[in-house]
């Protein structure tokens, strides 16, 4: 699915008459005037969010394999505008900035045409970039207890792996097999990092002597928190429980974190909180890709 981000009030509707039209799955917020002026600010990005993630609550039977964000980008707009976006959704989704020339004080037959106009460069971009994200989730579907691409960001501390996932994000829209393009950038990971087989799944260790177990697909469990009881738990937690880098991975799956025998203990922090607290295993710790700890 895409979430459109950015695109001013008065051009807004008629991107979404004709991206329904051509049957685009998708979601949005439009840009309001503050001040005389169509800035992307922090407070319309959490909003945004809060968009997404209450059009994804709404149908749960439904839930998209992929999520991209398209962003028109006007001439002489400013560059931390996408910058804006890009930091509040590049873990969970893939985001695309097009480059557009209008006037946003036109009317009548003028705004009309810009309206169509704009529609025809958004539209056949959100749809590429629909088809890329969908394709990621199809792989994490089928490759997720092999691929290092879920391996939670924090627990496994490695700039490497951050490294990893940017590239993958910035490789994905243009690329022409994005299952190919994640066994790629997973196999360069892979040179760094231990992957070995345990029984019909698969073992990763980082730096620290951490393995990091895929357990059977019947024993995935915990899922991902419900928006109405987030609780201590932000939004960011529940969209990061649910895709990377733009691709859906199943609900439950799940890390059995463990280092050397006996119970595996330590000070971390989980999928939200700044400062770590103490957690002791039994013998493991379940760790989800988004970093819960449980």
Request: aromatic fraction near 12%; glycine fraction near 8%.
């Amino acid at each position: 699915m895409i979430l459109f981000a950015g695109i001013p009030q008065q051009y807004y509707d008629k991107v979404v008459t004709r991206a329904i039209s051509r049957g685009l799955t998708f979601t949005g917020l439009p840009l309001r005037e503050l001040g005389g002026r169509y800035a992307i600010t922090l407070e319309y990005c959490s909003d945004l969010m809060d968009t997404l993630a209450r059009y994804l609550e709404g149908r749960p039977g439904a839930v998209p394999s992929g999520v991209g964000v398209v962003v028109p980008i006007r001439t002489g707009q400013l560059e931390n505008d996408f910058a804006q976006v890009t930091a509040h959704f590049c873990s969970f989704a893939v985001c695309v900035c097009v480059r557009v020339d209008y006037n946003l004080f036109e009317k009548g037959e003028a705004l009309k045409k810009s309206s169509n106009d704009l529609a025809d460069k958004l539209l056949p971009i959100a749809e590429k970039l629909n088809s890329k994200v969908s394709d990621l989730g199809v792989y994490y579907s089928s490759q997720v207890r092999r691929t290092p691409l879920l391996l939670p960001r924090a627990h496994f501390n490695s700039a490497k792996l951050n490294d990893t996932l940017n590239e993958l994000g910035k490789a994905l829209f243009e690329s022409a097999t994005p299952a190919k393009t994640a066994e790629n950038v997973s196999d360069e990971f892979l040179k760094y990092f231990d992957r070995r087989r345990d029984g019909k799944g698969f073992i990763f260790e980082n730096d620290y002597n951490v393995e990091f177990k895929t357990p059977p697909r019947n024993e995935f469990h915990g899922q991902a928190p419900e928006l109405e009881k987030l609780g201590e738990h932000k939004l960011r937690c529940l969209l990061n429980a649910r895709f990377r880098v733009g691709g859906f991975y199943p609900g439950g799956f799940h890390y059995d974190c463990r280092r050397g025998k006996g119970p595996y203990s330590g000070n971390f922090t989980n999928c939200h909180e700044i400062i770590a607290r103490s957690y002791v295993g039994k013998p493991h710790l379940n760790v989800f890709p988004n970093d819960y700890i449980r």
